[in-house]
């Protein structure tokens, strides 16, 4: 006999013992139905039976280690840029989140002050998350930022040429606040006053401006000089480690 035939059969009986009962028996009699209905659901004769789509509850989505330590490293470096001024921190390059997963900063609904970050798997569900408190992002990119940039921390001539008194005169502006950003393996996606952009990313960096915002680091190959509106020439942050740089 078919399972199908079999769980037709036992709907048709678990139905007459119930009419039955409900016709010819008092409270006990339906108390006798509902045990006699159990020993039948319960039997290893019936075959198990689902009706409608199986819920299956979410896997939990744990990061790889790899990529767990290097998210707790930029988190680590953020937070302890927090009140410094005009100095640089390094943290551990993000290679190792797998593909389409992204690490999302976006700014709180509640406090303006903090951001909220997500490590997003690439359907869209939370892998891990955290708050960052007293946090504003930056780029160094757009217009003439990352040229201007470049002249104040790596051009020596101008620094001798910009000399008024001993002192010399930044070149304004050299950093772009945005609103929010998001990161992946060697890319960084971000929102400016001009609207979305997406470039590689100089992994492993930071800044702190003298407001303590915190700046990431787009970067792209140019020809014609060491810096332009995508940002500062890859072979200016590849020589990173060899340029004195003040760290926070």
């Given at each position: 006999?078919?399972?199908?035939?079999?769980i037709?059969?036992?709907i048709?009986?678990?139905?007459?013992?119930?009419?039955a009962?409900?016709l010819?028996?008092g409270?006990?009699?339906?108390?006798?139905i509902?045990e006699t209905v159990?020993?039948?659901?319960?039997?290893?004769?019936?075959?198990?039976?689902?009706?409608?789509?199986?819920?299956?509850?979410?896997?939990?989505?744990?990061?790889?280690?790899?990529?767990?330590?290097?998210?707790d490293?930029?988190r680590?470096?953020?937070?302890?840029?927090?009140?410094?001024?005009?100095?640089?921190?390094?943290?551990?390059?993000?290679t190792a989140?797998e593909?389409?997963?992204?690490i999302?900063?976006?700014?709180?609904?509640t406090?303006?002050a903090?951001?909220?970050?997500?490590?997003?798997?690439?359907?869209?569900?939370?892998?891990a998350?955290?708050?960052?408190?007293?946090?504003?992002?930056?780029?160094i990119?757009?217009?003439?930022?990352?040229s201007?940039f470049?002249d104040?921390?790596?051009?020596a001539a101008y620094?001798e040429?910009?000399?008024?008194?001993?002192?010399?005169?930044?070149q304004?502006?050299?950093?772009?606040?945005?609103?929010?950003?998001?990161?992946?393996n060697?890319?960084?996606?971000?929102?400016?006053?001009?609207?979305r952009?997406?470039?590689?990313?100089?992994?492993?960096?930071?800044?702190?401006t003298?407001?303590?915002?915190v700046?990431f680091?787009?970067?792209?190959?140019?020809w014609f000089?060491?810096?332009g509106?995508?940002?500062?020439d890859?072979?200016?942050?590849?020589?990173f480690?060899?340029?004195?740089?003040?760290?926070?």
């Amino acid at each position: 006999m078919g399972k199908s035939i079999v769980i037709y059969w036992i709907i048709a009986l678990v139905a007459l013992i119930i009419i039955a009962g409900g016709l010819f028996s008092g409270k006990g009699g339906f108390n006798a139905i509902k045990e006699t209905v159990e020993n039948i659901k319960n039997s290893p004769l019936v075959p198990e039976i689902t009706i409608g789509a199986e819920t299956i509850p979410d896997q939990q989505l744990v990061l790889s280690t790899a990529a767990q330590q290097q998210v707790d490293s930029l988190r680590n470096a953020i937070t302890a840029m927090s009140g410094k001024k005009d100095c640089f921190m390094k943290y551990d390059v993000i290679t190792a989140l797998e593909e389409k997963q992204k690490i999302w900063f976006i700014p709180s609904t509640t406090n303006p002050a903090e951001f909220i970050v997500t490590v997003k798997h690439k359907d869209g569900r939370d892998m891990a998350r955290y708050t960052l408190i007293q946090f504003s992002p930056c780029v160094i990119a757009g217009g003439n930022v990352a040229s201007n940039f470049y002249d104040n921390f790596f051009n020596a001539a101008y620094y001798e040429r910009k000399k008024v008194n001993g002192v010399v005169i930044v070149q304004q502006p050299y950093y772009t606040p945005i609103y929010q950003l998001q990161l992946e393996n060697n890319r960084i996606l971000y929102d400016d006053d001009n609207g979305r952009k997406d470039s590689n990313v100089a992994q492993g960096w930071l800044y702190a401006t003298p407001e303590s915002s915190v700046c990431f680091f787009p970067v792209d190959s140019y020809w014609f000089g060491k810096a332009g509106a995508k940002g500062l020439d890859i072979s200016i942050t590849n020589n990173f480690p060899n340029a004195g740089l003040p760290m926070c």
